[in-house]
């Protein structure tokens, strides 16, 4: 896609900007870091939009700092009060749909991840938001604790102008099919194959 040219142009019965406005599944994966952040990051232009952002993380416990929680916070409050931006609301799965350091069954949490999809897929059918980060959302998938053609099917069919953000390592080979957008990260260099650890403002 040199200079951000299409290099083809389908036969869909669509305009150009039809095409070019039509809402996108996103897929970040891949091994390396990332990917998280690189959702982040189009959750804020969106916000920029006046788009109304959910994010809502798998897997993280809801004792884990992530610095972008803190930042659009902060940005629901301006919006809020001064009408900037988006409404923004961050959901994490520790609270009420988490697995990671709750006692249970794996059969509980399970139960848990189920949950938290249709709370999500409620949400979706409904045209709740313009844009989803479901954030490390491969896992519950990978595990078969979410059916994956179930997603497949309620992101094929979403209605509206919303945009849907997957991150997380072995994204389902059925969800990479449907998607719009696939990233995948890879390692090059890191860090911690010198003994560094995470460091606050680059991990959190």
Known sequence: MPQGRVTTTPDDGLTTRQRRNRPLVIVHTGEMKGKSTAAFGLALRGWSQGWSIAV?????????????????RALGAVHAEHGT???VEWHKM???WS???KRGSEQDHAADAAAG????RRRIEAGAHDMYVLDEFT????W???????????LAARPGHQHVVVTGRDA????IEAADLVMQTTKVKHPMDAGQKGQRGIEW
């Open 85 to 87: 931006g988006g409404p």
């Open 56 to 72: 809502f993380q798998f897997v993280k416990s809801a004792k884990w700092k992530v610095g972008e929680e803190e930042a659009f």
């Open 139 to 142: 896992y519950p998938l990978k």
């Open 117 to 120: 999809w249709a709370e999500i």
């Open 172 to 175: 389902p080979a059925a969800l």
């Open 99 to 101: 697995w990671t350091r």
């Open 144 to 154: 078969g604790w979410v059916d994956v053609d179930e997603v497949v099917e309620v």
């Open 94 to 96: 520790g609270v009420g």
